[in-house]
């Protein structure tokens, strides 16, 4: 049985591997931790006229960046071929490089998201015109099979050094990018391609849930639910499989309220509801009987939903 000074000192260890976690997340230094232990708080004015910095930043960022787009977009028939790889390839290298770099120095660490995002778009557009540009004209599907390919290899290192959730993030854009690709290019249909990237975003989403990556989850949970249930309806639609559509709805619900996870209950609700109005019109289109007992379902398993929940408070979840 655990005493009460084995619990104090696990709770103290786990703060341990907590404050370890945050000096090497933040770059804390030595004198920072020992000697600001009289830092005032700024004031709320002080406050918001950061946020106004930061804001103003990011749109003037934007426009910054809006405007080069368009200034290469109205001169871009004029270049030549060795132009329009250094303005799209050179650029997107180098917004890499300089993410990088920020990353390494903690007074701009926040402009590193931006410029690595900025990169993560650039870099394959400029890899695809230097393949066009330079290429013998081979097929389109393999350049952008390589195109994602590298860009996902490259960001996938990043992350190895830098664990950063933005890179993971680009890392699991290109490699669904190239899974897709890849099993299209082997001409494996189109429902078995969403059926496979939906399950492996879904058990990516599981394994990175409430870690330290797991601001991507959301989207993957999402996206995931929806690629998998409809790769899933596609095969099985039109035959007598075709409720297993509907157990696969139910149980990617069930998994949303096992994570907790609100994109993945609401992926999963909204599918239902989908799978019950394309039944509806396909089989009882002219059946008032149909939408009560729809309704009679419903309050049925709302009952039920409400009895198991008390006997899993009143008698399983009891010591």
Same mark, same amino acid.
């Given at each position: 049985?655990?005493?009460?000074?084995?619990?104090?000192?696990?709770?103290?260890?786990?703060?341990?591997?907590e404050?370890?976690?945050?000096?090497?997340?933040?770059?804390?230094?030595?004198?920072?931790?020992a000697?600001?232990?009289?830092?005032?708080?700024?004031?709320?004015g002080?406050?918001?006229?950061?946020?106004?910095?930061?804001?103003?930043?990011?749109?003037? %960022?934007?426009?910054?960046?809006? %405007?080069?787009?368009?200034?290469?977009a109205?001169?871009?028939?004029?270049?030549?071929?060795?132009?329009?790889?250094?303005?799209?390839?050179?650029?997107?290298?180098?917004?890499?490089?300089?993410?990088l770099?920020?990353?390494?120095?903690?007074?701009f660490?926040q402009?590193?998201?931006?410029?690595?995002?900025?990169?993560?778009?650039?870099?394959?557009?400029g890899?695809?015109?230097?393949?066009?540009?330079?290429?013998?004209?081979?097929?389109?599907?393999?350049?952008?099979?390589?195109?994602?390919?590298?860009v996902?290899?490259?960001?996938?290192?990043?992350?190895?050094?830098?664990?950063?959730?933005?890179?993971?993030?680009?890392?699991?854009?290109?490699?669904?990018?190239f899974?897709?690709?890849?099993?299209?290019?082997?001409?494996?249909?189109?429902?078995?391609i $969403?059926?496979?990237?939906?399950?492996?975003?879904?058990?990516l %989403?599981?394994?990175?849930?409430?870690?330290?990556?797991? $601001?991507?989850?959301p989207?993957?949970?999402?996206?995931?639910?929806?690629?998998?249930?409809?790769?899933?309806?596609?095969?099985?639609?039109?035959?007598?499989l075709e409720?297993?559509?509907?157990?696969?709805a139910?149980?990617?619900s069930?998994? %949303?309220?096992?994570?907790?996870?609100?994109?993945?209950?609401?992926?999963?609700?909204?599918?239902?509801?989908?799978?019950?109005?394309?039944?509806?019109?396909?089989?009882?289109?002219?059946?008032?009987?149909?939408?009560?007992?729809?309704?009679?379902i419903?309050?049925?398993?709302?009952?039920?939903?409400?009895?198991a929940?008390?006997?899993?408070?009143?008698?399983?979840?009891?010591?």
């Amino acid at each position: 049985m655990s005493t009460p000074d084995h619990v104090a000192g696990t709770d103290r260890d786990a703060a341990i591997v907590e404050v370890r976690r945050l000096i090497a997340e933040h770059q804390l230094t030595e004198s920072e931790i020992a000697g600001d232990n009289h830092i005032v708080p700024p004031a709320d004015g002080l406050q918001r006229s950061a946020l106004l910095v930061k804001v103003l930043s990011y749109v003037g %960022g934007a426009f910054v960046f809006s %405007g080069i787009a368009a200034f290469v977009a109205l001169q871009w028939e004029s270049m030549n071929s060795f132009s329009r790889v250094v303005i799209s390839l050179g650029s997107g290298l180098a917004l890499f490089v300089l993410g990088l770099l920020a990353l390494n120095d903690r007074r701009f660490v926040q402009a590193a998201t931006p410029l690595l995002l900025a990169a993560a778009a650039l870099e394959p557009l400029g890899m695809l015109v230097a393949l066009h540009e330079f290429g013998g004209g081979g097929d389109e599907q393999v350049a952008a099979l390589v195109t994602a390919g590298t860009v996902g290899v490259q960001y996938l290192l990043a992350f190895a050094q830098f664990r950063r959730t933005t890179m993971l993030l680009v890392v699991v854009l290109f490699a669904s990018a190239f899974w897709g690709l890849l099993l299209d290019l082997w001409d494996v249909d189109e429902s078995l391609i $969403a059926l496979t990237s939906g399950l492996a975003w879904l058990l990516l %989403g599981l394994q990175l849930h409430r870690k330290r990556h797991d $601001a991507i989850t959301p989207p993957l949970f999402f996206f995931g639910c929806w690629a998998f249930l409809f790769g899933l309806f596609d095969l099985v639609q039109g035959s007598f499989l075709e409720l297993v559509f509907l157990a696969g709805a139910i149980g990617t619900s069930y998994l %949303g309220v096992w994570a907790r996870s609100r994109a993945l209950n609401f992926a999963s609700t909204i599918a239902i509801l989908a799978y019950t109005a394309y039944f509806t019109g396909e089989y009882f289109a002219d059946s008032i009987g149909w939408p009560i007992a729809l309704i009679v379902i419903g309050l049925l398993m709302i009952g039920i939903s409400a009895v198991a929940w008390r006997i899993d408070q009143r008698y399983i979840r009891q010591p």
